[in-house]
């Protein structure tokens, strides 16, 4: 069984920054990719970063390219997600997500499709002045 817990998130002033992490167990890391998603009420849920269990880049949807930073610690078996740069439109509900890792592509299908098997509760996060 696979379990995922997000924790960081909370009230920011545009421009300022957050970061979220997502603790699993190191089985998670070793054999699926980490994504991280998020829904705004209304909205469809889109991704936003993704690592893989493999020596391969993360992925990043056009949103959040250059201002959110996506990372892996092993020793913590934690996933984190560095923010910076918030604009109101970041405000969602974000969610880590893993997927079971099938090859060097399945970071970006993560991403893109949603295709995870495992999903964290989700953490409000919310841009506002």
């Known amino acids: 069984q696979v379990h995922l817990g997000e924790s960081g998130g909370g009230l920011v002033q545009p421009g300022g920054s957050l970061r979220l992490s997502c603790a699993t167990s190191?089985?998670?890391?070793?054999?699926?990719?980490i994504g991280w998603f998020r829904q705004d009420p209304g909205k469809e849920r889109e991704g936003v970063a993704c690592?893989?269990?493999?020596?391969?880049?993360?992925y990043y949807t056009e949103p959040v390219k250059g201002r959110f930073t996506i990372s892996r610690d092993n020793a913590k078996n934690t996933v984190y997600l560095e923010m910076n740069g918030l604009k109101p439109e970041d405000t969602a509900v974000y969610h880590c997500?893993?997927?079971?890792?099938?090859?060097?592509?399945?970071?970006?299908?993560?991403?893109?499709?949603?295709?995870?098997?495992?999903w964290g509760p989700g953490i409000q996060v919310t841009v506002s002045s």
């Open positions: 997500a893993a997927g079971i890792t099938i090859n060097e592509y399945s970071v970006q299908t993560l991403c893109t499709a949603g295709v995870a098997q495992y």
């Open positions: 190191a089985a998670t890391l070793e054999y699926y990719d």
């Open positions: 690592t893989s269990s493999r020596d391969v880049s993360p």
